[in-house]
């Protein structure tokens, strides 16, 4: 099975490379749509801010390529967020796979934004291992996905968001699987597995 990690102007590829390389996948990172595109699967990662990225997905194309993808994806981070319709981060348009707004965090008391850490999710539906209902994951974040009916996992900082989606050969994860420990290696088994 042949993995593409898209490449773009976003942060954090080096830490899924070695999470993926522990569990022993075979994985390209890459910015060529046909390897994308001929990928068993593909992973779209993300650190960075909305409407610079999507700029640069769109400036090479590579915005329509994602959304053509037939096979499965795993958008992480901002790769989820990206998935999404549009962000309240710069007002971005987005890729429009789920068609949901993502919020800003609006600070509460003493929970500070970005939302950074450790936290728990609960399963509500889907692709995860049942072993995850309550598992902790690696969030860092300031904007987020409301619940809505692709929730595969809610999460709850400041009001609950959706930790994970689903919808179709399009899988996403809010936190950072490469660096959950246990819990992340089984999203990504599960990713690989599905």
Not at 36 to 42: G, L, N, R
Not at 50 to 62: D, G
Not at 88 to 99: K, M, R, S, T, W
Not at 123 to 133: A, P
Request: net charge negative; with cysteine.
């Amino acid at each position: 099975m042949k993995i593409a990690v898209i490449k773009y102007n976003a942060g954090n590829i080096q830490s899924l490379s070695f999470a993926l390389e522990r569990m022993g996948v075979d994985f390209e990172i890459t910015d060529k749509t046909e390897s994308i595109t001929a990928a068993d699967k593909v992973i779209f990662p993300g650190v960075g801010e909305a409407s610079t990225t999507m700029a640069y997905l769109r400036e090479h194309k590579m915005d329509q390529v994602i959304k053509d993808l037939r096979q499965p994806v795993l958008g992480i981070c901002l790769g989820m967020q990206l998935m999404c319709a549009n962000s309240e981060e710069n007002e971005a348009q987005c890729l429009g796979i789920f068609d949901e707004t993502v919020r800003r965090f609006v600070p509460q008391g003493d929970m500070k934004v970005p939302h950074m850490g450790w936290n728990t999710m609960t399963l509500t539906n889907g692709w995860l291992s049942r072993q995850l209902d309550q598992a902790y994951a690696y969030f860092v974040h300031s904007f987020y996905v409301p619940v809505n009916p692709y929730t595969s996992a809610v999460t709850d900082y400041i009001q609950p968001f959706s930790a994970a989606m689903h919808k179709n050969n399009f899988y996403a994860v809010q936190f950072h699987p490469e660096k959950s420990a246990e819990a992340g290696q089984i999203v990504l088994q599960n990713f690989l597995d599905v």
